[in-house]
T-cell receptor
Framework: SAVISQKPSRDICQRGTSLTIQCQVD?????MFWYRQQPGQSLTLIAT?????????ESGFVIDKFPISRPNLTFSTLTVSNMSPEDSSIYLC??????????????FGQGTRLTVV | DAKTTQPNSMESNEEEPVHLPCNHS???????IHWYRQLPSQGPEYVIH???SNVNNRMASLAIAEDRKSSTLILHRATLRDAAVYYC???????????FGQGTRLTINP
């Protein structure tokens, strides 16, 4: 299993500013995933972060807006840059141990609830 | 991306069984079926997964159709704490990322 801690749990930010969200895992993992969950919606994958390489972004998400760091196997940050009210969402960090044939479960943090005013 | 189809919402009564359906008609023979649920104000949590055979764990059972194009998550005796959004996902062989559909919002009536 894996326990994930996200900080901050919530924040209210002014438009035009940036917020960095931290994700700490209690075990070493190769891949970490960042999701966005807009109000009343499902989760949308933003990017996959591998240690030691550039993050891989999903369609519709760009590095300039959502820069990601992955300095080691237990930690990652997601920055939401130049925020607008449309960025108000819950941002979630997730890990899923690699290997096997697809039978490994994923673990999620509690999320960071961001409100942009 | 692997696409699943689930009803938007379902409702059941406390202490009764609940059957949550999922269609995954484009699944291939080596793709695992995963179920997660998201309780209010929490991140998703793993419920169960399977490949071909029906599976049981302490939380639920997973019944997989013989052709694997659909599956059903079974909560044997629903409680109020089971009220959540349930997501059915299948993982293409070798894929690491989970791609979420809209899920089923389950309401449990006392």
């Amino acid at each position: 299993s894996a326990v994930i801690s996200q900080k901050p749990s919530r924040d209210i930010c002014q438009r035009g500013t940036s917020l960095t969200i931290q994700c700490q895992v209690d075990s070493q993992v190769t891949m970490m995933f960042w999701y966005r969950q807009q109000p009343g919606q499902s989760l949308t994958l933003i990017a996959t972060a591998n240690q030691g390489s550039e993050a891989t972004y999903e369609s519709g998400f760009v590095i300039d807006k959502f820069p990601i760091s992955r300095p080691n196997l237990t930690f990652s940050t997601l920055t939401v840059s130049n925020m607008s009210p449309e960025d108000s969402s819950i941002y979630l960090c997730s890990v899923r141990p690699t290997g096997g044939m697809g039978h490994r479960e994923a673990f999620f943090g509690q999320g960071t609830r961001l409100t942009v005013v | 991306d692997a696409k699943t189809t689930q009803p938007n919402s379902m409702e059941s009564n406390e202490e009764e069984p609940v059957h949550l359906p999922c269609n995954h008609s484009t699944i291939s023979g080596t793709d695992y079926i995963h179920w997660y649920r998201q309780l209010p104000s929490q991140g998703p949590e793993y419920v169960i997964h399977g490949l071909t055979s029906n599976v049981n764990n302490r939380m639920a059972s997973l019944a997989i159709a013989e052709d694997r194009k659909s599956s059903t998550l079974i909560l044997h005796r629903a409680t109020l704490r089971d009220a959540a959004v349930y997501y059915c996902i299948y993982l293409i062989q070798g894929a690491q990322k989970l791609v979420f559909g809209q899920g089923t919002r389950l309401t449990i009536n006392p």
